[in-house]
């Protein structure tokens, strides 16, 4: 009974490891390039390609949960198991989020010698495409 227990103790160690390879893509189908696909349980991640392509290697089989972000979409957590017969498709949905206020600051090398506060400004992202 003991040895019984001890092999199925360790034969997730002995199980090689896995390739989880994949793909991004919009609900529309079309590829996220430089998404961000991340195994938080083992601190391990990646970034896909321009063309949406991803490849996450040496991972063990069995269950695995996933983070997968990108600028502009939904953070999806799909839970894969491994090894999988073929990639691995993920589809994200566009978050209608929108970026904050961003402020820009600037100092010119004679206000640095004067010690003189840098003078700050915010602008709107109307303001910004108006000054384009």
Sequence with gaps: MKQLLLCLLFTPFLAPAQALRGHVQDAAGQPIPYASVVVPARHLGTTADAAGDFALPDLPAGPQQLEVSAVGYATARPAVVLPLVQPLV???????????????????????????????????????????
């Design 90 to 132: 993920i589809k994200l949905v566009a978050s209608e989020k929108a970026l904050g206020e961003v402020v820009v600051t600037g100092v010119g090398r004679a206000t640095e010698i004067r010690r003189s506060p840098v003078p700050i400004a915010a602008m709107t992202g109307r303001e910004i495409r108006l000054n384009a």
